[in-house]
C-alpha cells in the first residue's frame, strides 16, 4: 500500500524571517523603470532599493545575478481560499442563502491552508482579491496575502462590498431561459434592488444624523451606509453593455464611489467609461466571446482597448484553482493590444492604486511591503521560472502540492503489493 502523506501536505519547509539582501539583480520596479540594482528587505518592507548595497552583517544574501526582480502580482477577483472541490458543496464557502447579504464578510471563511493558495503563490501571485458570489449583495471580498496560518495574518487591508448589478443577458451556455423570462427577471431583480437601497439610503442619513439609536439595527443595511454616503467604495459586477451601462446611471444617481468588475463589453462603452473617469476590474481574459457574433480574440482585446483610451485597467482571472493563471491573462492582454508593459501594471500596481493601497503594494519602493518574486525571465513567458518569492518579508519555500507530486512520481520506489 503506498503512503501519500508527504504529498498532501501544504508546506515541508518553514518560511524564513529575516533581512535579506537581494544582489546584484536586474530590478523591474514597475513605476520607477528597470535598472541592475540591488534591494534590501528588513522587517517585512522593502527598506532600501540602489544601485549597491552594503550588506548588514545579519542580512542573508540572495544572489540576483542574471535573475529578475518584480513586485508580487496581484488578482483583483477570485474565491481563491474560499472554496477547494467544485463538486463537494461543504468544501464551498463563497456564497450565502439570500439575496442581501452585504454584511458577510469573505475574510472569515478563507482557508489559509487551501491547496490552491500555494499552487497560486509559487506562480507569482501573492495578492488576491477574493470574493463572495450569489445574491445581489453577497457580501465584502477582502485583499489577502497568499501567506499565514489565520485569515487576520492574510488580511491586506481591503474589504469592499459586492453588488452583482441584474444581468439582462443569459448567465451562460447552460441558461434555458427563454428572452421574455429574462427580461421578467432582470426587471424584477432591479425592483428589489431599488426598494433594497432605498433603505439603505434612509438608515445612512439616520445614522449620519446620530439618530441610528432610533432605528432597529439592521446589518445588512449598517454594512452599506458608508457606501450610500460616498464613504468607503463598492464593486459592482457587469458585463454585458446594457448592464454596464444601467449599473452606472445607477451607481452615479446614488453619487456612489465605484469600481467596476467583469466588464466583459468594456470595449463598447469605452467613452461612457472615460466621461464618469471609472477604474475597471475586467477579466477572465481567457475566455470565450460573450455573443456568438464577436471574434474569438474579444476576450483577449477588451482590456487593451480600454487602457489603451485611457481607462484604468485592472485583470483578474475570477477563478478558484487556476488564479495561478494570472501571469497568462495577463500575457494575452499584452500580446492582443495592451503590451508588456501596461499588462504588468494591471496586475501590479494599477489594482493597488484602484483598491486604494498603492503606499504598500503594487510596485519595488522603499517602504513597501516585501512581496516579491524573483524569476529567471519574463513571467508572461510559460518557460520562465520562479526562483524564489517573498511575501511580507518572509521567505517563502517554492512549494505547492504540484511539486510534492512531482518530486514523489518523479523518483519512485518500487514498493511489493499484497
Not at 552583517?57 to 474560499?82: E, H
Not at 492574510?154 to 434555458?176: C, T
Not at 453619487?255 to 477579466?283: C, F, H, M, Q, W
Amino acid at each position: 500500500m503506498f503512503s501519500f502523506g508527504i504529498i498532501h501536505a501544504q508546506q515541508i519547509e518553514k518560511s524564513e524571517n529575516g533581512t535579506f539582501l537581494l544582489d546584484n539583480a536586474t530590478i523591474v520596479s514597475v513605476t520607477k523603470g528597470t535598472f541592475k540594482g540591488d534591494v534590501l528587505i528588513k522587517d517585512g518592507m522593502i527598506a532600501q532599493v540602489a544601485s549597491e548595497i552594503k550588506a548588514p552583517t545579519d542580512a542573508k544574501k540572495v544572489d540576483c545575478t542574471d535573475l529578475f526582480v518584480y513586485p508580487g502580482m496581484i488578482d483583483s477577483g477570485t474565491k481563491l481560499g474560499l472554496a477547494e472541490i467544485s463538486a463537494i458543496s461543504l468544501t464551498q464557502d463563497f456564497n450565502e442563502l439570500g439575496t442581501f447579504t452585504p454584511h458577510m464578510e469573505a475574510l472569515t471563511a478563507v482557508n489559509p491552508n487551501s491547496v490552491s493558495i500555494p499552487v497560486t503563490r509559487v506562480s507569482g501571485v501573492t495578492t488576491v482579491l477574493t470574493s463572495p458570489t450569489n445574491g445581489l449583495f453577497p457580501g465584502k471580498a477582502a485583499m489577502i496575502n497568499l501567506s499565514g496560518y489565520t485569515p487576520e495574518q492574510m488580511f491586506a487591508g481591503v474589504k469592499i462590498p459586492v453588488l452583482n448589478f441584474p444581468s439582462s443577458g443569459k448567465r451562460g451556455r447552460w441558461d434555458k431561459r427563454s428572452e421574455e423570462d429574462i427580461k421578467k427577471d432582470a426587471e424584477k431583480a432591479t425592483k428589489k434592488l431599488k426598494k433594497f437601497w432605498k433603505q439603505v439610503a434612509i438608515y445612512a442619513k439616520a445614522e449620519s444624523m446620530g439618530n441610528a439609536d432610533e432605528l432597529a439595527y439592521n446589518p445588512q443595511l449598517s454594512a452599506l451606509s458608508e457606501v450610500a454616503r460616498g464613504e468607503a467604495k463598492i464593486l459592482i459586477n457587469a458585463n454585458k453593455k446594457a448592464d454596464i451601462l444601467a449599473a452606472i446611471a445607477w451607481a452615479n444617481k446614488q453619487e456612489l464611489d465605484y469600481i467596476l468588475s467583469g466588464v466583459a463589453e468594456g470595449y463598447r462603452v469605452i467613452d461612457t467609461l472615460l466621461k464618469y473617469n471609472i477604474p475597471v476590474v475586467t477579466g477572465p481574459i481567457l475566455d470565450t466571446p460573450s455573443r456568438q457574433s464577436d471574434r474569438y480574440d474579444t476576450p483577449y482585446t477588451n482590456a487593451g482597448k480600454m487602457q489603451k483610451a485611457g481607462v484604468k485597467v485592472a485583470i483578474r482571472t475570477n477563478e478558484t484553482e487556476n488564479v495561478r493563471n494570472l501571469p497568462y491573462h495577463a500575457a494575452f492582454a499584452a500580446t492582443y493590444g495592451m503590451g508588456v508593459e501596461e499588462a504588468l501594471k494591471a496586475v501590479t500596481i494599477v489594482p493597488a492604486e484602484i483598491f486604494g493601497i498603492a503606499d504598500k503594494y503594487g510596485s519595488i519602493e522603499e517602504g513597501k511591503v516585501a512581496n516579491i518574486f524573483i524569476s529567471d525571465g519574463d513571467p508572461f513567458e510559460t518557460k520562465t521560472q520562479i526562483q524564489h518569492l517573498f511575501i511580507k518579508g518572509w521567505k517563502v519555500p517554492m512549494e505547492s502540492r504540484h511539486t510534492h507530486l512531482y518530486n514523489e512520481f518523479i523518483d519512485r520506489t518500487h514498493q511489493e503489493g499484497n
